[in-house]
């Protein structure tokens, strides 16, 4: 009945560093006294640039290597997860007092030896964290917050620091301050007790379940390192300090009978410990109001200002009332012109569409639990498996509306279907592999996986793009209730809010004032280690974002219609799309003010996968407001009568 723990390495810094960190996962199946149930497979949540196993033997923790690691699947090699042996084990209801792991020996006088130490010490001020898991779930640190509530960690620091003004940091502060004395001086977490919880199945052959497994770090200067016993003072290192020091990591284990939490509820607190909820109605609620404001504008332009020009236009009789047209209808016959760069656009809005399938169908599917963060790497593994099934809408989108433009290159069209977008996305993401690489990074993808996501691309999601491309051209273009005149109208001078960088400037703020809270719970789950499991509230703020962002567009594009520009197309993509460039400026205030990343290697890091997600979100709110406006202009001029 002995249960195998296995340890993974995570480097977790909240990115201040180089935005690594290091961690321990634990395994264990079903708690029961059966040998056969003694092992299990688990993954570690991991940040894209975290430097995992080169930080892991630089700081010198206790390690195994006669273990075999396991394998990972596809969303937890792009997250950068990576899953190694650990020396921990224990037995189940076996209670287990301060046992030895393993003892490092350092003598200062000793080069290696001292940059060993001072690797640790940065560590400990940088706020490198362990994080653990054990049968699937995070090893928490719980510990009291203000107004009396519980705040449960994933991770725990390595350590603390005492500034030299006396001013305890970090953990310091968690912990009892009368413990941590010494000015100027770094505590070394080197010992944890660990309280396994589990809940006793009834009328099943396994024994019981872990629901819960919690841990507390301290620091023990061990009067006896080859036989600890948990006694004497912090284990302490300060910058006076020279000769040799011994550090012996130990841990405690008991096991408690948990009655109250059952093993598909075992998630609940730690999630109900994050202080987010009250934040996330308020987000909702900010939303709402936004919607609600812009659907009275588009109501009242539709109700009231559309229908009285719709019934005075098909009220015109005479010659002399149809020479006095004026606002939108005088462009009828230049509305539906094709645009420039008509290729580009039919390539935007099919890999949009591709996009925007990809995003909803993966938001619904969290929200009904599949994609929970029980199932590590299934949200990133499910996202790519979708835009890889998706090629065929993209490919059709594409060529029916390079079509309709008028074009016939459908070779290049289709082409740059396949290319354009994902070979941007591949390329920033392969230059920062190659970055990760250099760095000797866990995080790096493996060469094989990329080999995979190659074939994934070109076997699977490219003769899709064909085949919808194929079905595209096939069908006759799309019809427009007006037609086009072969001498394209003079557009007036237009005043400067009337003009397309302002509109388009505009337009990206409503969609952006939805979404920004939501944001920042977002970064903070990819660069700051939190998770993110309110996808409710997520795909809610998306279905949101979906109407604001049609709302806006078609607001701004009723406006230049009347001021008798007619070139919406670009227009209405870019307006929406401009919601990315907030995106992106936000990003970098919360780069500069929420995170403490050093190194030019991880800034280059953070700013790449930044603007892969800038791009991302650019195609798909470009192709929302695309799509709200081309059913707009369809719609209001197939109401009025045209000779």
Request: charged share 15%; glycine share 8%.
């Amino acid at each position: 009945m002995f249960i195998w723990l296995w340890a993974g390495l995570v480097l977790w810094g909240t990115l201040r560093a180089c935005s690594s960190c290091y961690g321990l996962a634990w395994c264990c199946g079903e708690l029961s006294g059966h040998v056969h149930l003694v092992m299990g497979w688990l993954g570690v949540n991991v940040c894209q640039l975290s430097f995992s196993l080169l930080v892991f033997f630089r700081f010198d923790f206790c390690a195994i290597d006669s273990e075999k690691r396991p394998s990972e699947n596809l969303g937890q090699v792009l997250f950068g997860e990576r899953i190694e042996p650990s020396p921990y084990k224990f037995e189940f209801k076996k209670k287990v007092d301060c046992k030895p792991v393993c003892t490092k020996s350092y003598n200062t006088n000793k080069p290696e030896d001292k940059a060993h130490l001072d690797f640790l010490k940065k560590g400990m001020l940088l706020n490198y964290q362990h994080h653990w898991i054990v049968d699937n779930m995070p090893v928490t640190w719980c510990y009291d917050v203000e107004d009396g509530q519980k705040f449960c960690n994933p991770g725990f620091p390595i350590g603390c620091y005492v500034t030299e003004a006396g001013r305890p940091k970090d953990a310091c502060v968690v912990n009892s301050v009368k413990t941590f004395l010494l000015d100027n001086t770094f505590y070394v977490f080197n010992h944890v007790d660990i309280t396994i919880h589990y809940h006793v199945v009834e009328n099943e052959a396994a024994g019981a379940r872990l629901v819960a497994a919690k841990m507390e770090p301290k620091s023990y200067k061990h009067t006896k390192v080859e036989a600890p016993d948990c006694a004497g003072g912090p284990m302490y290192l300060n910058n006076k300090f020279s000769g040799e020091l011994k550090i012996g990591y130990t841990y405690s284990v008991q096991f408690v009978e948990d009655t109250h939490i059952r093993w598909a509820s075992r998630w609940d607190y730690i999630l109900e410990s994050m202080p987010h909820t009250n934040i996330q109605w308020f987000s909702i609620m900010n939303s709402l109001v936004i919607v609600l404001f812009l659907s009275g504008m588009v109501a009242m332009i539709m109700l009231r200002t559309l229908h009285k020009d719709i019934a005075r236009y098909n009220q015109m009789d005479s010659v002399e009332d149809a020479q006095e047209e004026f606002g939108w209808k005088l462009v009828h016959g230049d509305v539906f012109r094709p645009p420039r760069k008509g290729m580009l656009l039919s390539v935007f809005l099919g890999s949009g569409t591709q996009i925007f399938i990809m995003m909803f169908v993966t938001l619904f599917f969290a929200c009904l639990g599949f994609l929970s963060p029980a199932n590590r790497g299934a949200l990133m593994t499910c996202a790519v498996v979708l835009w890889v099934l998706l090629g065929t809408p993209a490919g059709y989108v594409a060529a029916r509306f390079y079509k309709s433009f008028g074009g016939e290159k459908w070779k290049t069209n289709v082409l740059l279907t396949c290319f354009l977008c994902p070979g941007v996305v591949f390329a920033d993401f392969f230059v920062m592999n190659l970055i990760l690489w250099g760095e000797g990074s866990s995080a790096a993808m493996p060469f094989g996986t990329l080999v995979a996501i190659l074939a994934l691309w070109f076997c699977i999601s490219v003769p899709l793009t064909f085949i919808g491309a194929y079905f595209g051209f096939k069908k006759t273009g799309i019809e427009h209730p007006v037609r086009t005149n072969q001498i394209p109208r003079q557009i007036p001078e237009q005043s400067f809010y009337t003009r397309s960088l302002p509109g388009i400037v505009m337009g990206g703020i409503l969609p952006f004032g939805c979404i920004f809270i939501q944001l920042f719970f977002i970064l903070n789950s990819i660069w700051s280690h939190q998770m993110y499991y309110m996808f409710g509230f997520l795909f809610l703020v998306f279905i949101i974002l979906v109407i604001t962002c049609s709302e806006a567009t078609i607001l701004l594009c009723y406006f230049h219609l009347c001021a008798e520009d007619y070139h919406w197309q670009w227009r209405s993509f870019l307006t929406s799309g401009f919601t990315a460039v907030y995106f992106l400026v936000y990003a970098i205030h919360y780069f500069f003010s929420k995170l403490q990343i050093t190194g030019l290697a991880s800034t280059i890091l953070y700013f790449g996968y930044t603007m892969i997600m800038a791009l991302i979100f650019f195609l798909f709110t470009g192709t929302i407001g695309f799509f709200a406006c081309f059913w707009f202009v369809t719609k209001i001029y197939s109401v009025v009568k045209v000779d």
